[in-house]
């Protein structure tokens, strides 16, 4: 089992550390992510958890933003593929709760594509209720939860 620590990056370093992020998910979640460091610029109270292994490598992530006043979007995230297991998305999840809580919101809001079941069971698991769906023609279904805090 590795040793990890979570630390909380906010918005400037969150813009700062725009390339590191977008290495990582391209692993967890690949995607086209050359355009990341623009769409984290304009993110309101962006806010990354992130899991680092016992040299300081990024293992886990876990990052959001201000959606609507109150709310706060916990927009993507992911853990490195073998750092799987080890309940690091669970921690990051409850650091981003316990954070997004003190820092004045009153819910979380998430969403996950609908194939992704491991995240889905995670969010129930956590106490978020499914809130609806969103069946964009063209792309995968996702499943939309929220959370009082």
């Known amino acids: 089992m590795q040793v990890y620590k979570i630390e909380h990056w906010d918005s400037p370093r969150c813009i700062a550390q725009a390339e590191v992020l977008a290495a990582f998910l391209d692993v967890v979640l690949p995607d086209d992510w050359s355009n990341f460091a623009e769409k ?7 806010s990354a958890h992130v899991a680092l292994d016992g040299q300081g490598r990024l293992i886990g ?5 201000e959606r609507n006043r109150g709310v706060f979007n916990s927009w993507i995230g992911g853990v490195a593929p073998e750092a799987r297991g ?4 669970s921690a990051l999840m409850d650091a981003q709760h316990v954070w997004a809580k003190e820092a004045g919101f009153r819910g979380v809001e998430t969403a996950t594509r609908q194939p992704n079941r491991a995240m889905a069971i995670l969010n129930l698991k956590a106490g978020y209720m499914v809130a609806g769906l969103d069946a964009t023609p063209g792309e995968p279904t996702k499943i939309l939860y929220y959370k009082g805090l």
């Open 40 to 46: 984290l610029a304009g993110r309101r109270n962006l």
């Open 61 to 65: 992530l876990k990052l959001g933003y």
């Open 86 to 89: 080890q309940g690091i998305a």
